[in-house]
């Protein structure tokens, strides 16, 4: 079992920046990737940024490429989603996901945490 607390959400101004945080416990280690994915009212969810545990091999979705970093902490079992010149269209809950390596689902979910982006 991995539990996923993700943290750092709130109001900003577009061209503001914010950085979200999720707390994994659990079954963790090198064989997991971790994910970030966002969901818009109204609009599919979305996988946002992904990163390896041990790898540091990265992804991320063509809307915030050049935007967005994702990074992790392994001593603090901690990944962080650095997002900047945020737009209107990042408004979203984003969640935190873990996989397996060999899986392409992920099995485990934070509770989401509401990002919104004021003009």
């Known amino acids: 079992q991995v539990q996923l607390v993700e943290s750092g959400g709130g109001l900003v101004q577009a061209g503001g920046s914010l950085r979200l945080s999720c707390a994994a416990s659990g079954r963790t280690g090198s064989n997991y990737v971790m994910a970030w994915f966002r969901q818009a009212p109204g609009k599919e969810r979305e996988l946002v940024s992904s990163?390896?545990?041990?790898?540091?091999?990265?992804t991320y979705a063509d809307s915030v490429k050049g935007r967005v970093t994702i990074s992790r902490d392994n001593a603090k079992n901690t990944v962080y989603l650095q997002m900047s010149n945020l737009k209107l269209e990042d408004t979203a809950v984003y969640y935190c996901?873990?996989?397996?390596?060999?899986?392409?689902?992920?099995?485990?979910w934070g509770q989401g945490t509401q990002v919104t982006v004021s003009s």
């Open positions: 996901a873990v996989r397996s390596i060999l899986k392409r689902e992920y099995d485990y």
């Open positions: 990163i390896t545990w041990s790898g540091g091999w990265t």
